[in-house]
């Protein structure tokens, strides 16, 4: 048990594996990541209570598994809403056979195509699994991982054409109108919508992939969320996270980076592709920020929204392993700890 895994979390997380990874309202449940982004940014346990109890009010149980599924059949439940209790079944015996790292490896593969799915939720929660390890926690991040996987679409290879995330997911956005596109719904169903379009379809093949696109696509979700404060740009943030803390586990890492970047672009797309802040603004953000880490942390730790919890752990924590003052910048943001009068 690390320092951040104090017995009450690790109480609290193992209580919450008997409700559905879904709310009532069939959204995502929060609440394990949420209680795992507040326990880093230093709640205390009192605070992790007080949360769980006030968050579990939207939580319903866990469903009774109807069908014994596989090694070959677990793959018809893909993608399948109301598989839930079928899938934690098959990866709690998955994990308790062959143990957690042959149980990512072995099923990875057939679930990174559907990676961003539920607004990349289902990768977010197996990768704050795999925070606090234990069989039963990575065992239900991944059934909620292969429940709402949703592929955006086939690769199709039309040649690359550049090593810069940023510069092909622009030029898009420039080539054609998409104000019409992903009006309704929900982020994921927005993102569909932008992948059925024809010019969208090419774009996943079209980024070469080398050393630096981990890096890179890293920076272009930040400068998206930086320059628009979005709600779907924040998911773009955490979800890229959370897909680059499985690399680990993949024997093929680019097609992380591929569908990573496919589903950047879609849901940049989705927010209606708006003008990217110059480096000049973006140096002003960064100079209002004139909180200290232990404000910003503070906030996070005691906020009773999930997603202002889970947003400024990603943000601080990409701060102190990259030293990007931007990082620092959007986790006081989103505290409201910003500078009188900046953006």
């Excluded at 559907?114 to 991040?141: C, K, N, Q, T, W």
């Excluded at 890096?215 to 272009?220: F, G, T, V």
Aim: charged share 20%; net charge negative; glycine share 6%.
């Amino acid at each position: 048990m690390s320092q951040f895994e104090s017995s009450v979390l690790c109480e609290l997380l193992d209580e919450e594996l008997g409700s559905d990874p879904t709310t009532l309202r069939h959204l995502t449940n929060h609440l394990p990541m949420a209680l795992v982004a507040k326990s880093h940014l230093g709640a205390g346990d009192e605070e992790l209570r007080r949360f769980a109890k006030m968050y579990s009010r939207r939580n319903v149980p866990l469903a009774t598994a109807q069908h014994v599924l596989n090694h070959t059949s677990w793959t018809a439940a893909i993608g399948q809403r109301g598989a839930s209790g079928d899938l934690r079944d098959y990866f709690v015996r998955c994990v308790n056979d062959v143990g957690i790292d042959e149980t990512l490896r072995s099923h990875l593969p057939a679930l990174l195509p559907g990676i961003s799915g539920a607004a990349f939720h289902g990768a977010i929660r197996l990768a704050y699994a795999l925070d606090v390890e234990s069989p039963a926690r990575v065992a239900a991040g991944l059934g909620y991982l292969a429940e709402v996987a949703a592929p955006l679409g086939p690769l199709v290879n039309t040649g690359t054409t550049s090593t810069e995330p940023l510069e092909l997911i622009t030029t898009l956005s420039e080539t054609f109108r998409w104000s019409d596109v992903a009006e309704d719904g929900n982020i994921g169903e927005r993102m569909h919508a932008v992948a059925e379009r024809v010019e969208f379809q090419s774009l996943a093949l079209s980024l070469e992939i080398n050393d630096d696109t981990p890096q890179k696509l890293a920076h272009a979700a930040l400068q998206i969320y930086a320059s628009t404060d979005d709600f779907t740009a924040l998911h773009g943030v955490t979800g890229f996270a959370a897909m680059s803390a499985l690399r680990d586990w993949c024997d093929e890492p680019q097609l992380i980076d591929r569908y990573a970047f496919q589903s950047l672009a879609a849901a940049y797309q989705t927010i209606g592709s708006p003008a990217l802040w110059s480096q000049e603004r973006l140096d002003e953000l960064v100079a209002s920020s004139t909180a200290t880490h232990d404000a910003v942390a503070l906030v996070g730790a005691q906020s009773n929204d999930e997603h202002v919890s889970k947003m400024i752990y990603t943000a601080l924590q990409y701060w102190r392993d990259t030293q990007e003052p931007l990082y620092f910048a959007v986790a006081a943001r989103r505290a409201g700890l910003l500078a009188v009068g900046s953006s």
